[in-house]
């Protein structure tokens, strides 16, 4: 199929930057298509650690991050910015990816333009508009005015379709898993790595326990608590080494420096590159996490994992038995993480096949051959081909 067309990715965080470079990469392999990205840096840090991961070079950088940024007024600054980009590139289709205020900025912009808008894992839900806050409200908002819905599940398709969305719903699985399985890949024969050798002999041997939080919801009593209960449990794990990679807003890390810095047994770490976090989660007995994304990694991956919340939007994770919610109480993630640490021995995930719950490593050739069946026309027997139904 020709197609001669402008494809214009934007995105500012980490989390879309991970699920968008084999995105990016599959549209960048298709010669007839002119690929441009935009990139927000709502997360200035965390985003150029993975753009350097992926080797993904930005041909636009806004550079929005400011100190103690209000969602407000970074979510104008995005529209204003991206605009004058919009205006100036003109694409065909303009892709975003998630639930970010980088996400919902990028769509209203693109909308305002009258450009169409693509939007990678659309459809989940949890019926809560404040949890998650603020991406429930904008993954809602963004699904009014895409054109066409990449959704990782049949059930994130049927979440649309109930909201009264007939058109462009494609079930494409998650692109995370094309990363994990590209990251997965090249870790192979790579063990000595100075960073990985630094994480193994820290570990010396004994079962990993891996931690991450970093949501807005979680701000305040709710990660004080969900830190008081990981320094329960290592306290009465002294056989385990707990990782813990510290995100770098601020009352994040207050709040779990303050809590857990005199704990022998829990490593707080900076920021882990991307392929040395994959590594450290393959090795892990158990994640403890608040983390959408983290969730999907560990489930793909078969390594148990406590989410700390009230509730998920990866509902067939839950369903399927293979991610188990704990809640913010002290006593229930304790009681519920000693239960599982009981029953778990260590097991290599880079040697297990990995589930299929998200997706089966294809979903960034759907994406690409979707879009081009929208934008070029032409039969849809071949997309069709490669739609899929998952399994658990």
Not at 26 to 37: G, N, T, Y
């Amino acid at each position: 199929m020709s197609c001669q067309k402008k494809i214009l990715f934007l995105f500012g965080t980490r989390p879309e930057a991970l699920k968008l470079a084999p995105v990016i990469r599959a549209f960048q392999d298709e010669i007839k298509l002119e690929v441009r990205i935009c990139v927000t840096a709502q997360h200035r840090e965390l985003l150029d650690q993975a753009l350097l991961s992926f080797r993904i070079k930005s041909d636009f950088d806004l550079n929005l991050m400011l100190p103690d940024q209000s969602l407000p007024g970074l979510i104008s600054r995005i529209v204003a910015a991206a605009g004058e980009v919009l205006d100036r590139e003109r694409p065909d289709l303009v892709i975003v990816q998630g639930d970010t205020a980088s996400a919902l900025g990028g769509a209203l912009a693109a909308s305002l333009c009258k450009i169409p808008i693509a939007h990678v894992e659309a459809g989940l839900r949890s019926f809560r508009r404040g949890s998650p806050f603020p991406e429930e409200i904008n993954r809602v908002l963004i699904s009014r005015l895409a054109d066409l819905h990449f959704a990782p599940s049949e059930s994130a398709a049927e979440n649309l379709r109930r909201e009264g969305i007939t058109g462009g719903i494609f079930v494409v699985g998650n692109p995370i898993v094309d990363s994990l399985k590209n990251v997965l890949r090249d870790l192979k024969g790579r063990e000595d790595e100075p960073r990985r050798a630094e994480l193994q002999a820290w570990a010396g041997g004994r079962r990993i326990v891996l931690l991450t939080l970093h949501r807005r919801e979680s701000f305040g009593d709710a990660m004080t608590n969900i830190c008081r209960a990981i320094r329960e449990i290592a306290m009465g794990a002294e056989d385990m080494e707990f990782f813990f990679p510290v995100h770098p807003n601020g009352r994040v890390r207050d709040t779990i420096r303050e809590q857990l810095s005199d704990i022998k047994n829990v490593r707080l770490l900076d920021p882990l590159a991307y392929e040395d976090f994959v590594w450290l989660l393959s090795r892990a007995t158990l994640v403890i996490s608040d983390s959408g994304g983290v969730l999907e990694e560990a489930v793909t991956m078969g390594v148990p994992i406590l989410v700390v919340r009230e509730i998920t939007e990866r509902v067939d994770a839950i369903r399927a038995g293979h991610a188990q919610i704990a809640g913010v109480s002290v006593a229930q993630i304790v009681a519920e993480a000693r239960t599982l640490l009981q029953t778990l021995t260590n097991s290599n995930p880079l040697r297990r096949t990995l589930r299929e719950t998200f997706g089966d490593g294809k979903t960034s050739a759907r994406i690409v051959m979707r879009t081009k069946e929208f934008l070029c026309g032409g039969s849809g027997a071949a997309v069709a081909k490669v739609t899929p139904q998952f399994t658990q």
